[in-house]
């Protein structure tokens, strides 16, 4: 019984094109992993300071700040209301 030399070589070639799209297929899969990496961070990055954000609006738009800008620009508040008809 002889064995041809095609299918062996046929099947290294098959084997070597396989390992290398494997090896492809990790790269690929780990770049987008660091890509999701830096995403997920610059997401929870964004979080954060939308949170401070809100806690300075909420800050600046209290009734106490608001009374203590307003009198520091001379503003007083009105003991009687006027209404114009």
Do not use: C
Not at 25 to 39: P, T, W
Not at 43 to 56: A, P, R, V, W
């Amino acid at each position: 019984m002889t064995i041809t030399k095609k299918p062996i070589i046929l099947s290294v070639f098959v084997l070597v094109v396989l390992a290398l799209l494997q090896i492809w297929a990790n790269n690929i899969l780990v770049s987008y992993g660091e890509k999701f990496d830096g995403i997920g961070r610059l997401g929870q990055s964004l979080q954060l300071e939308n949170q401070i954000l809100e806690n300075k609006v909420a800050k600046f738009s209290s009734l106490d700040s608001i009374a203590t800008a307003s009198s520091a620009l001379g503003l007083m508040p009105t003991k009687d209301v006027q209404y114009l008809h």
